[in-house]
């Protein structure tokens, strides 16, 4: 979603800040804007579009300074044009602010300023926070932003500048993410570390109700009942090298194939072989706590939910633990039945999820456990959940989530390991378990080598404007999984459903033009999913199968098949997802559409 980029220090601001915004484009916007101290006010330049739109404006007339903010926006308060792009001046024209989040009671301070005399040239909320900043400005952009905070309701991530305090940059927090880059005599605001790598691995997380306020001699953190806060200075463990493209054409093809790696990078460390089971600590959990809790909840948005879904399979199927899905923006608004013999997982790739973290916040209000599988380190719900487990799945830029999908899988199966041996799995059960966890990175590397098979078969969609993606069990949700990534990236219209489902509905759309994706290893469902695949080619549809090595049956009822090899088969989905990742990747890339920015999308979805 939005991106906010801020310097103080030496070095000219403008280039900075533009390849910050650079930094930050994966997380999807549609209008970018830099404000710059030059020496005589605020220089603001702002452009609907790609930021390359914005450079273009710019073109030789970088503004001077070495002081400023720059934002991508992704519109929720008016429509994505250069009048309502960040950043936002106040009335006086010195102040001007960018925004994260929204201001819920942005119209009833707005009415208020208007009779006041304030004159509004945007539909946006952030510009009412710009002027409420003016209005209290009285010499201290500190006592200002921290004034004009009291009276705001909603969400914010923000950094504003003022032009009678050039060397100074006030960031504040609440329910959006920021953090502030420690460098060598020169500091940084960003709401991603992304944008700030190529100058410092050091930074400091906000917590909600924080300010920092950066000059040039350093950088303090307030809350905003003034008192000083001393926070730690942690280090990001990636380099710029992980963020880039390293010769892919597209960050979504990269993270698809650092996938061996990734999946080994969750299990890390968490294998007990002699025990034949996981170590967990991050939990915060005993094992007689652990054996406490009378049924599971997991929540999560998204490709995350579809994982959580996985993962209900594996936590009944290995523990016989009780264990619900929902849906964390239902979740928090329905009353839902959670105790402290819940425990509540919550899963996201980004860690900065509004609805996943309304719903963990909901679920410990109730007296449960939570715990997070969350990829981005140092995010919000990493930081608001009793305990859980880094994913490790580096960076994922591509907007379609891939490396982390499998690597939430793979934790998922690690604590239905855990809990599965606490609950009576055997010995030796656990110990084959982890032994075919252990070969997964080396059997998606055998996948990942027939990628070009999947590129061929991308000629099945050609013409196709809808399709169908069927499996059953713990490949259900895999179905669910193929159909988000075909339509996020290549705009075809894709369900997914389970495939016994199909007779009871989507079997009316069946015909030649509908293209239907089966996934169907071979496991205990198998010949019920024969009959499915029988039903779809009586009415004369079109079938792709992800089978199992060996599957001649299925393979000679097909249209087109790519086999997958032999697994555990809770375990199938990782194997399973692959090729429907690179299927969508394929399939979008003839279709010449942005890959790794698809159009509306944006990588971490912050507001409600
Ligand atoms: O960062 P999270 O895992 O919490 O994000 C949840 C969803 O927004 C995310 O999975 C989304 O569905 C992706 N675009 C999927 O590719």
């Not at 993962?311 to 239902?330: C, K």
């Not at 425990?343 to 909901?362: F, N, R």
């Not at 496991?523 to 079109?542: F, L, P, Q, T, Y």
């Amino acid at each position: 979603m939005c991106g906010i980029v801020g310097y103080v220090g030496p070095r000219p601001a403008a280039d900075i800040l533009l390849d910050g915004l650079r930094r930050l484009e994966y997380r999807g916007y549609d209008s970018a804007g830099l404000a710059i101290i030059n020496g005589t006010g605020v220089q603001v330049q702002k452009a609907a579009g790609k930021l390359s739109v914005l450079t273009e404006l710019i073109g030789n007339r970088k503004p001077k300074g070495t002081t400023g903010i720059g934002h991508t926006r992704w519109a929720t308060h008016g429509a994505p044009n250069t009048s309502n792009a960040h950043p936002h001046t106040d009335g006086s024209g010195r102040i001007a602010l960018i925004h994260n989040g929204i201001i819920e009671n942005a119209g009833a301070l707005k009415t208020v300023l208007l009779k006041r005399g304030h004159e509004f040239t945007s539909e946006t909320d952030t510009e009412v926070l710009a002027h409420l900043v003016g209005e209290y400005y009285s010499g201290s952009l500190e006592q200002a932003v921290a004034s004009a905070l009291h009276d705001v309701d909603g969400a914010y991530g923000i950094a504003v500048v003022s032009a009678d305090e050039p060397d100074v940059v006030v960031a504040a927090r609440k329910g959006s993410p920021l953090l502030v880059g420690v460098g060598e005599g020169e500091w940084f605001v960003a709401s991603d570390a992304a944008a700030i790598l190529e100058h410092t691995r050091s930074v400091v997380y906000l917590d909600d109700g924080e300010m920092a306020v950066l000059s040039r001699d350093g950088y303090r953190i307030r809350n905003l009942a003034e008192d000083e806060v001393d926070k730690p200075v942690n280090q990001i463990d990636w380099d710029l090298a992980t963020i880039e493209r390293d010769g892919y054409e597209h960050f979504m093809l990269k993270e698809i194939f650092e996938q061996p790696e990734s999946i080994a990078d969750t299990m890390r460390g968490h294998l007990l072989d002699d025990e034949g089971s996981s170590r967990l600590h991050g939990l915060n959990l005993s094992d007689e706590e652990l054996c406490q809790f009378e049924r599971i909840v997991i929540t999560a948005c998204g490709t995350s939910w579809h994982a959580a879904l996985i993962g209900e399979y594996l936590l009944e199927d290995l523990a016989r633990m009780p264990t619900e899905v929902e849906y964390a923006s239902e979740f928090r608004y329905r009353n839902p039945v959670i105790d402290d013999r819940t425990l509540v997982i919550a899963i996201s790739q980004s860690g900065e999820t509004a609805d996943t973290l309304a719903a963990i916040k909901e679920a410990k209000s109730r007296g449960a456990r939570t715990i997070g599988l969350v990829n981005v380190v140092g995010s919000t719900i990493a930081r608001e959940v009793d305990g859980g487990l880094y994913l490790r799945a580096g960076p994922e830029i591509g907007v379609a989530s891939t490396k982390a999908f499998t690597s939430q899988v793979t934790a998922l199966a690690l604590v239905a390991l855990r809990l599965a041996r606490l609950r009576g799995m055997s010995l030796e059960a656990g110990q084959a378990f982890i032994a075919d966890l252990r070969a997964l990175p080396r059997l998606v590397r055998v996948v990942l080598d027939r990628a070009e098979e999947l590129e061929a078969l991308a000629d099945f969609f050609t013409g196709s404007t809808n399709a169908l993606y069927l499996g059953r069990g713990v490949n259900f949700p895999v179905a669910l999984e193929g159909a988000l990534k075909m339509k996020e990236i290549s705009y075809i219209h894709a369900e997914g459903y389970p495939a016994a489902e199909m007779k009871h509905g989507p079997i009316a759309l069946i015909d030649e033009n509908m293209p239907v994706v089966f996934i169907a290893p071979r496991d205990a469902v198998h010949s019920k999913i024969v009959s499915n695949i029988e039903e779809v080619k009586a009415r004369g549809g079109r079938v792709i199968a992800l089978i199992s090595d060996g599957d001649d049956e299925i393979a000679k009822l097909a249209d087109a098949s790519f086999t997958i090899p032999m697994t555990n088969s809770a375990l199938t989905p990782i194997l399973t997802s692959v090729p429907l990742q690179l299927f969508a990747y394929y399939v979008a890339v003839r279709r010449e559409c942005n890959v790794d920015q698809p159009r509306n999308l944006a990588k971490s979805v912050t507001v409600e």
